[in-house]
């Protein structure tokens, strides 16, 4: 192995608070020089705040260390999506995509709509006016920022963005264009980035399928953490990780272990 991918949200950490040995392995990362990439499907903050919230928690973290849908989502519509674009992201997010026209609720045509974590920002009207734009314009591209199912909150588990966009994918009869998690062109953009073979690197999750199945599909190893999301009937689906750790804070040592044989 030559690189990791390092999942956030319930690999290093839940909600705003961290888990424990989350910094010490990232610092063990740089000191080893091991390429590295935090990807996440995250889209309820843009980039620099990540960068913010990681830093709160001692982990030093650069923006372009970090690899979003939204980043992988603005070169898609920079060569697809010529005209307004309908974006169902949190507020915060919508300066990722600046440099589009944003569609108003008025508007009847739209190029893309773009669904990301909106929230607890959906509600019936808002739900619908991204059916009714892509029902009435049939070659309006639906782009997925993701196909998670759900993220874990301290307070519980939350939907994500994934079962929304199946709702809409049912509802008007087309596939998305998913630029998250688990696309394997997600995980090769990633790959890309560090410069090193796919099957060279190593993903770090705790999503049995968005992480760990999506890497593997992709080529990648996958190593599965026993936190965040994590469940033990997980390791039950039919999907086989390349190994699975109590916490990020053991990486190290397997690290070690799996170089040394």
């Given at each position: 192995?030559?690189?990791?991918?390092?999942?956030?949200?319930?690999?290093?950490?839940?909600g705003?608070?961290?888990?424990?040995?989350?910094?010490?392995?990232?610092?063990?990362?740089?000191?080893?020089?091991i390429?590295?990439?935090f990807?996440?499907?995250?889209?309820?903050?843009?980039?620099?705040?990540?960068?913010?919230?990681?830093?709160?928690?001692?982990?030093?973290?650069?923006?372009?260390?970090?690899?979003?849908?939204?980043?992988?989502?603005?070169?898609?519509?920079?060569?697809h999506?010529?005209?307004?674009?309908?974006l169902?992201?949190?507020?915060?997010?919508?300066?990722?995509?600046?440099?589009?026209?944003?569609?108003r609720?008025?508007?009847?045509?739209?190029?893309?709509?773009?669904?990301?974590?909106?929230?607890?920002?959906?509600?019936?009207?808002?739900?619908?006016?991204?059916?009714?734009?892509?029902?009435?314009?049939?070659?309006?591209?639906?782009?997925?920022?993701?196909?998670?199912?759900?993220?874990?909150?301290?307070?519980?588990?939350?939907?994500?963005?994934?079962?929304?966009?199946?709702?809409?994918?049912?509802?008007?009869?087309?596939?998305?264009?998913?630029?998250?998690?688990?696309?394997?062109?997600?995980?090769?953009?990633?790959?890309?980035?560090?410069?090193?073979?796919?099957?060279?690197?190593?993903?770090?999750?705790?999503?049995?399928?968005?992480?760990?199945d999506?890497?593997?599909?992709a080529?990648?190893?996958?190593?599965?953490?026993?936190?965040?999301?994590?469940?033990?009937?997980?390791l039950?689906?039919?999907?086989?990780?390349?190994?699975?750790?109590?916490?990020?804070?053991?990486?190290?040592?397997w690290?070690?272990?799996?170089?040394?044989?």
């Amino acid at each position: 192995m030559k690189a990791i991918l390092f999942d956030l949200d319930g690999v290093l950490y839940v909600g705003d608070r961290p888990i424990e040995g989350a910094a010490e392995a990232v610092t063990w990362c740089r000191q080893r020089e091991i390429p590295f990439r935090f990807v996440t499907n995250t889209t309820s903050r843009p980039r620099h705040r990540l960068v913010e919230k990681l830093g709160a928690m001692g982990i030093q973290a650069h923006a372009d260390e970090i690899i979003t849908p939204p980043i992988v989502a603005r070169r898609w519509l920079a060569q697809h999506a010529h005209g307004p674009v309908g974006l169902f992201v949190p507020e915060a997010t919508r300066e990722e995509f600046a440099d589009f026209q944003p569609a108003r609720p008025e508007d009847e045509h739209v190029a893309a709509v773009v669904l990301g974590d909106l929230g607890e920002g959906w509600d019936f009207a808002t739900y619908n006016r991204a059916f009714r734009w892509l029902k009435t314009n049939p070659d309006a591209a639906l782009i997925a920022l993701g196909m998670t199912r759900f993220w874990e909150d301290e307070d519980g588990p939350r939907l994500d963005v994934g079962p929304f966009v199946r709702g809409l994918e049912y509802a008007v009869g087309r596939d998305a264009v998913v630029l998250g998690k688990p696309s394997a062109a997600f995980f090769h953009l990633a790959v890309e980035e560090l410069g090193v073979p796919v099957g060279r690197t190593l993903m770090v999750g705790d999503d049995i399928v968005g992480d760990i199945d999506g890497a593997r599909r992709a080529g990648l190893r996958a190593l599965q953490v026993r936190t965040g999301k994590f469940r033990p009937d997980d390791l039950e689906q039919g999907i086989t990780p390349d190994g699975v750790l109590d916490s990020i804070a053991d990486l190290p040592d397997w690290w070690e272990r799996e170089s040394g044989r």
